[in-house]
């Protein structure tokens, strides 16, 4: 069994990103495999799930002992995705491992990953827009079960199928159906929801998939300090200046997977940045000249 030492700082870097942010597991960590190190996308998916049982529960605990998990959201959540994983894991091992069995896994991981991406920069936007702050406590929160329930099927199926959703889809799907909760609260009950989830995915990989135990391995021994580390410090680093970066990683991976040649990917991930700059740099400025107006106005 091959420790791979630049397979255990990778996944240090995506288990910091989990811990802080609850997004970035299956969506960073998949690619990252499959991109950097060459593994086939079903041993990728598969491996990654069996790990992330080790490492979400490091994450939920820190996030459970802070009180900033809602209880209930996780049942709801759970009792609709932990079947829809298994079905996941068994669609996936349907598919085969074929070339072109493989290019339909990575096309359906890249519409995930875009999605998730388009969602995020548009709460995002609606967010700034309307100048609402997400700080409602985690009691105050009113859960929705239907609704809910079908975010834990649709996340369980993807995950199980490219082991995108937990921390990425069924976020930003939450966001949406709970507007006013905090991020950091929906990081806390995201985390601990997808502890039974990644369990049921994982074991549908150890029946269907093709997980490589060294692989697997290596990305526990990396990801699960640097969860519990990012999860520590996810109650102090603002939520605003990490989903931007997560975004974006989400956004690259997923139109790399849905057939974007590496210049025109590359062409494309500059003007997003440009576009990025030109927005931040157009805000500070109007930031700047309200400032200036509310410090000149006559004071009655």
Same mark, same amino acid.
């Given at each position: 069994?091959?420790?791979? #030492? ?29 991109? $950097? ?14 790990? =992330?049982?080790?490492? +979400? ?9 802070? @009180?900033?998990?809602? +209880? ?15 079905? &996941? ?33 548009? +709460?995002? %936007? ?8 997400? /700080? ?11 609704? /809910? ?15 995108? *959703? ?6 930003? $799907? ?13 990081? @806390?009950? !995201?985390? /601990? ?10 074991? &549908? ?11 697997? /391995? =290596? ?10 580390? &990012?999860?520590?410090?996810? =109650?102090?680093?603002? !939520? +605003? ?27 494309? $991930? ?5 576009? @990025?700059? %030109? ?6 400025? *109007? ?10 106005? #006559?004071?009655?």
């Amino acid at each position: 069994m091959h420790i791979d #030492p630049y397979i255990v700082l990778g996944s240090a870097v995506v288990g910091l990103l989990v811990g802080m942010t609850g997004a970035g597991g299956g969506a960073l960590m998949t690619p990252m495999l499959i991109l $950097l190190f060459g593994v086939t996308p079903a041993a990728a998916i598969s491996s990654d799930l069996v790990a =992330s049982v080790v490492m +979400r529960p490091i994450g939920a605990a820190v996030h459970l002992r802070a @009180g900033t998990v809602n +209880r209930k959201l996780v049942v709801l959540m759970a009792s609709g995705a932990v079947p829809a994983a298994i079905l &996941g894991s068994y669609l996936l091992s349907l598919m085969g491992g074929s070339k072109s069995d493989m290019k339909h896994i990575e096309l359906i991981l890249g519409s995930a990953l875009l999605i998730g991406a388009a969602a995020m920069a548009l +709460r995002y %936007a609606l967010d700034r827009r309307s100048g609402e702050v997400r /700080t409602d406590q985690i009691h105050e929160i009113t859960p929705r079960p239907l609704v /809910t329930v079908l975010i834990g099927i649709v996340g369980g199926v993807v995950v199980g199928m490219t082991s995108v *959703g937990a921390g990425s889809l069924m976020i930003v $799907l939450l966001l949406f159906v709970y507007p006013s909760i905090s991020a950091k609260q929906l990081v @806390g009950t !995201d985390l /601990t929801q997808a502890v039974p989830l990644t369990l049921a995915a994982a074991v &549908g990989s150890l029946i269907f998939g093709k997980v490589e135990f060294g692989l697997t /391995t =290596s990305l526990i021994i990396g990801s699960v300090p640097a969860v519990f580390i &990012g999860s520590l410090l996810s =109650s102090s680093v603002p !939520d +605003r200046y990490i989903r931007p970066v997560i975004a974006f990683v989400i956004l690259a991976s997923g139109l790399k997977y849905v057939g974007l040649s590496t210049t025109t990917l590359g062409w494309t $991930l500059c003007a997003v940045l440009l576009a @990025g700059a %030109a927005c931040v740099a157009y805000e500070l400025r *109007g930031g700047r000249e309200r400032a200036n107006a509310f410090s000149s106005s #006559p004071v009655e």
